[in-house]
Structure formats: structure tokens, C-alpha cells
């Protein structure tokens, strides 16, 4: 029954073309799915409306086309769900856990730079680098709060973290990737090293983090699988997972696939670009061998 069949995803934001290292991804998802007897879906994560097109959506099903993949039903599309996440969103809010902040990041950024200055110690920064939000709007009152965003303030709704890791004690997950020989081993989260983060903006009701746990509940994905530089950030998934009841799937976090200069692959760089490797003549077995798979996958320590 698809009840007990495994769930596997590809999720690709349809922003650039697809790259070496998304293929790596897509290739070690429909491999474990089919293997495994499972599904394999396709979800296309387009919130960010400015930058993502039809365009690169046709372009990202040519280029698993190509690799030979195929997947159960139709793409999920991100901007067709806002609902699904705006509920979400409307419930933490609900439980005081979500609050209106108002700094932009240059301002943030200023604070840091403040802070360091007059103390000589460095702003704490999240695990990507970003200073940690001051929360210097958490408390406003609630009278300020709706004055200022009904004047059309920019603003963000971020998640009170500390308030809302007070009731959830130790968190952890299932990760099959980022350890020694690839060995099931169970890792603690730790998702105040985030900080408050971003749950939606004023003009869009999602980010990320909220779109994606809310999308693995919605489609029954059992198993993640994505890159490693997407580990630190499932922690914030798991807070996100345990204050709306969602189920939390088991975590793959599998190797990067770097350039030349060491660094990860960007969809800036067309060198790298399925579609570019396509018209130079490449086959899909020789994307397998760039990425490290043989002709027929093996997945194992990926």
C-alpha cells in the first residue's frame, strides 16, 4: 500500500539551469526510490516569484529527461500552495510563537558591526554566516506593531526561538549521510544557533524553511535527500516539524559536488549547466561518471 512505500523528492528552485551537483541530487533520489519500490516526486520551489520562470521549470524537466528520470504525478509548485503555508504560518502565530520584525539586513548588519565596535566582541553569526537577528522589535507592543505594517513598513514575521524551544526539549533526527560509512546515526539539533529566523515576508507568506516541512508533510516524503550544505538547517525544520505536529521524515545529507576552485557549484556558472553539457555532445552516462555514479547507481555512503 503507498501508505508503506518510501517517499523520495527532487526539489529544485526553477531559478537557473541545473548544474552537475543537482543532477548528483536527483540522480541519488530516483535511484533509492526506485530500488526501494517507493515514489519519486518532482517539486518545483518557486516563491521567490522575481527570479523563477516557466522557462527554467520547462528546462529542469528536459534536463531529468535527459538523465532519464521520471517521476509520480504532476511537479508541486510552491506558488500555487501559499494557502497551505499561510495556514501554517496563522497557527504559530496563534500560539505567540511568531512576531513582525522590521530591521532589513543592511540594518542588521549595522547592529553587528555596532555591537562589535563598542564592545569588541563579535556579533553572533547563524551557521550560514548571517549575523543573528538582535530581536530588538520582539516585545513591541501590539498597538506598534499594527500601526507600523498597516503604514506598509517592510517588515518579516520571524519565529521567536528561544520562546518556542522552551516547551520542546532535545530534538534530534535519523541521518544516513553526513556520518562515518554511511551508518544510520541519530544527531541533535541545534536550532538556536539560528536564531529567530525567517518564517515569511510582507509580500510573500513563506520562506524556505516553513515551505519545505510544510511540503514534505503535504506529500508524505519519508526520506530527504539533499546536499550537505543543507545539514545545519534541518534543525530548524525539526522545531518547525515538532510545533505544527508534522511527521519527521529520515535525512540524507549526501557530499557536494565542487568546481575547480573548491566551491560549491553555482547556476551562475553555465560551464556546469546540464543544458550546456547537453549540447556539447555529453550522454547521460557521462553525467554519471562526472558525478561519481556508476551506470547503474549505487547509493550506499553517498
Known amino acids: 500500500m503507498d501508505e508503506y512505500r518510501p517517499v ?4 529544485p528552485s526553477p531559478n537557473g539551469e541545473l548544474h552537475l551537483g543537482h543532477a548528483f541530487s536527483a540522480l541519488l533520489n530516483h535511484g533509492l526510490a526506485r530500488t526501494e519500490g517507493g515514489r519519486f516526486l518532482l517539486r518545483l520551489e518557486d516563491i521567490d516569484r522575481a527570479r523563477c520562470s516557466i522557462a527554467y521549470e520547462q528546462a529542469i524537466e528536459d534536463d531529468l529527461g535527459f538523465l532519464g528520470l521520471s517521476w509520480d504525478g504532476p511537479p508541486r509548485r510552491q506558488s500555487e500552495h501559499f494557502g497551505d503555508y499561510r495556514a501554517a504560518l496563522d497557527a504559530l502565530v496563534d500560539a505567540g510563537l511568531v512576531y513582525p520584525a522590521f530591521l532589513s539586513r543592511s540594518e542588521i548588519r549595522a547592529f553587528a558591526e555596532r555591537h562589535f565596535e563598542e564592545t569588541g566582541t563579535p556579533w553572533p553569526s547563524d551557521p550560514d554566516g548571517a549575523p543573528l537577528y538582535p530581536g530588538l ?50 544527531i541533535v539539533a541545534d536550532p538556536s544557533a539560528w536564531g529567530d529566523v525567517v518564517l515569511a515576508r510582507k509580500d510573500v507568506p513563506t ?26 538547517a534541518t534543525s530548524v525544520h525539526l522545531v518547525l516539524q515538532a510545533l505544527l505536529g508534522l511527521p519527521r521524515p529520515i535525512y540524507h545529507h549526501h557530499n557536494l559536488i565542487l568546481g575547480p576552485d ?3 557549484l553555482s547556476k551562475s556558472a553555465r560551464d556546469t549547466s ?13 553525467i554519471r561518471r562526472m558525478v561519481g555514479l556508476p551506470a547503474t547507481a549505487a547509493v550506499a555512503g553517498a
Open 137 to 186: 522589535d520582539r516585545h513591541l507592543p501590539d498597538a506598534e506593531r499594527h500601526a507600523r505594517i498597516a503604514a506598509g513598513e517592510p517588515h518579516a514575521f520571524r519565529l521567536d526561538m528561544a520562546k518556542a524551544l522552551s516547551g520542546l526539549g532535545r530534538l534530534s533526527f535519523i541521518e544516513t549521510g553526513a556520518v562515518p560509512d554511511g551508518e544510520a546515526a541519530e
Open 274 to 286: 546540464l543544458g550546456s553539457m547537453r549540447a556539447a555532445g555529453l550522454t547521460a552516462e557521462d
Open 207 to 232: 520562506s524556505y524553511h516553513l515551505a519545505v516541512v510544510v511540503d514534505d508533510a503535504l506529500q508524505g516524503v519519508t526520506h530527504v535527500v539533499r546536499g550537505r550544505d543543507l545539514l545545519a
Open 8 to 11: 523520495y523528492r527532487f526539489a
Open 262 to 264: 573548491g566551491r560549491k
